[in-house]
């Protein structure tokens, strides 16, 4: 079965510095991996996904994550926050041929200090 | 373009009635999903569908029924509802690659957010 852990449940850092989102995540088969955001009462939207091309992927509003298969890690990353970043971040994994089977990690908030 | 939708936005419920969260996608998409949203656990993944006339359970399906008439729709019935059973719950849907299966994809709606008391 797969799952996923996500290293902290809130993280806060300074505008214009460096963001890291850590995910671990276990898995029997090679896995599809993705980072998703959920903004204050709203649902969550797709930053970025890992399918087994480029283990670098890079995602929107300036995010990208690595795939590490000899940590069996995921972290997202951000070179410089901004205010607008402040949100929830979730870790999911699936099989590959089974993302109806999405399973989630519990979830980052990142704050975001002026 | 509406993407997913989901009604109510906020309900209140006594223990052991019974209610219909709606959800609707103008996508064409062949996979529909529940998850239920709680405090530090994440999402998990209650009943999803590959197709009308398919559906299947997730992580946590007790206590709630599904069915896809058509592909548009796929609502979630609670049966007699619980303390337990109170969380925010989302709707997503995403595209499906044939033999492959869903993308991974999902396309959330913004949830509906249940209290039972």
């Known amino acids: 079965a797969q799952s996923v852990t996500q290293l902290g449940s809130h993280v806060s850092v300074s505008e214009g510095a460096l963001v890291l989102l850590r995910c671990n995540y276990s898995?029997?088969?090679?896995?599809?991996l993705f980072w998703y955001v959920q903004y204050p009462n709203q649902g969550l939207q797709l930053l970025l996904k890992?399918?087994?091309?480029?283990?670098l992927v890079k995602g929107i509003n300036g995010f990208e994550a690595e795939f590490k298969k000899s940590e069996t890690s995921f972290h997202l990353t951000k070179p410089s926050a901004h205010m607008s970043d402040a949100a929830e971040y979730f870790c999911?994994?699936?099989?590959?041929?089974?993302?109806?089977?999405?399973?989630f990690g519990q979830g980052t908030r990142l704050t975001i200090n002026p | 373009n509406a993407g997913v939708t989901q009604t109510p936005k906020f309900q209140v419920l006594k223990t052991g009635q019974s209610m219909t969260l709606q959800c609707a996608q103008d996508m064409n998409h062949e996979y529909m999903s529940w998850y239920r949203q709680d405090p530090g656990m994440g999402l998990r993944l209650i009943h999803y569908s590959v197709g009308a006339g398919i559906t299947d359970q997730g992580e946590v399906p007790n206590g709630y029924n599904v069915s896809r008439s058509t592909t548009e729709d796929f609502p979630l019935r609670l049966l007699s509802a619980a303390p337990s059973q109170t969380s925010v719950y989302f709707c997503?849907?995403?595209?499906?690659?044939?033999?492959?299966?869903?993308?991974?994809?999902?396309?959330f709606g913004e949830g509906s957010r249940l209290t039972v008391l």
């Open positions: 999911a994994v699936s099989k590959r041929g089974g993302a109806q089977k999405l399973v």
């Open positions: 997503a849907s995403s595209y499906s690659m044939g033999a492959y299966g869903p993308t991974g994809e999902l396309f």
């Open positions: 898995s029997s088969v090679p896995p599809y």
């Open positions: 890992y399918t087994s091309a480029a283990t």
